[in-house]
């Protein structure tokens, strides 16, 4: 009995038992197993799994073709960093995220996007500091915030520091305070 007496649907299924790297290997056998092994289905579910996405997106938020793409962008663009703790920082990045929109959406629309992995070295170099593995990752996701003059004083942000600006990170959650509190 050879693998193309298999069919479709149990092949698919012994693919979702894989992960993304056997699944990647398994494609290698034959032009079934390629075929099967990319249905976006399958990497949709990778990609739910191991990045928490629920649409195609690269790690800057950009669409994508396929749940297969994104995957590959993110594995390369995380290359250099160990992959399960690029998963942890970006799960731990999407929660903070969803805070943002549920209690402090003026907040998250100050948000900037990630750098590069060359603005994360550019910045060490010049404050002859090498930055923690999660703390670099992070700053892939987020590059502190962008304010503008139209913030008023009442209103306490949560501090991300820019490396490309050359500050230090920092993490400086406030307690919720009243409205009266700044009158």
Not at 37 to 42: F, G, P, V
Not at 115 to 138: G, H, M, Y
Request: contains cysteine; aromatic residues 10%; hydrophobic residues 40%.
């Amino acid at each position: 009995m050879g693998l193309d007496s298999v069919g479709d649907l149990a092949l698919n299924v012994i693919l979702t038992k894989l992960g993304p790297k056997e699944t990647a290997t398994a494609a290698c056998v034959n032009k079934k197993l390629r075929s099967l092994a990319s249905e976006d289905s399958l990497w949709f579910k990778f990609c739910s799994q191991d990045l928490h996405l629920n649409h195609p997106l690269d790690p800057l938020g950009n669409s994508t073709p396929s749940f297969k793409v994104s995957y590959q962008l993110w594995r390369e663009a995380f290359s250099m960093y160990p992959w399960l703790l690029v998963m942890r920082v970006n799960r731990c990045w999407g929660r903070l995220k969803n805070w943002f929109d549920i209690n402090f959406p003026e907040a998250k629309a100050t948000l900037r996007k990630g750098v590069s992995e060359a603005d994360i070295q550019e910045s060490e170099r010049i404050l002859k500091v090498k930055l923690p593995l999660p703390t670099r990752i992070l700053y892939r996701f987020c590059d502190g915030q962008e304010f503008t003059k139209s913030l008023k004083q009442r209103q306490l942000y949560v501090v991300l520091g820019s490396p490309a600006d050359q500050s230090i990170l920092l993490w400086l959650l406030l307690p919720q305070m009243s409205k009266s509190s700044f009158s």
